[in-house]
């Protein structure tokens, strides 16, 4: 049977290369963002996408991959604020913690 985490990449591969691009992933992240309904439950969400062993614990690889992640981000959005292109989709949502 098929894990779910292997069915929820499957949904967000949407061109089924077997990776995400940055619009596969920027639309993942949002929409899990948005289903979270808190701060702390956002922060979990985004320790466990880099926790690749699923051993509660980032190793020196798994910080590795999230800064190398981070570093390529940054400089597709900087590549794109260059080149003068809409404004790259946020990551996350803001979260009103003070309610309604």
Same mark, same amino acid.
């Given at each position: 049977p098929v894990s779910g985490k292997e069915?929820?990449?499957r949904m967000f591969d949407t061109d089924c290369?077997?990776?995400l691009n940055f &619009?596969?992933?920027c639309c993942a992240l949002t929409l899990c963002c948005q289903l979270i309904s808190s701060a702390d439950e956002n922060v979990r969400f985004i320790f466990n996408l880099f926790d690749t062993d699923d051993d509660e614990r980032l190793s &020196?690889?798994?910080v590795k991959l999230l800064l190398q992640h981070i570093a390529q981000q940054l400089e597709k959005i900087e590549k794109m604020t260059q080149e003068g292109?809409?404004?790259?989709p946020p990551l996350a949502t803001p979260?009103?913690?003070d309610g309604p």
């Open positions: 069915s929820a990449f290369s077997g990776k &619009r596969e992933f &020196r690889q798994d292109e809409a404004e790259a979260v009103d913690t």
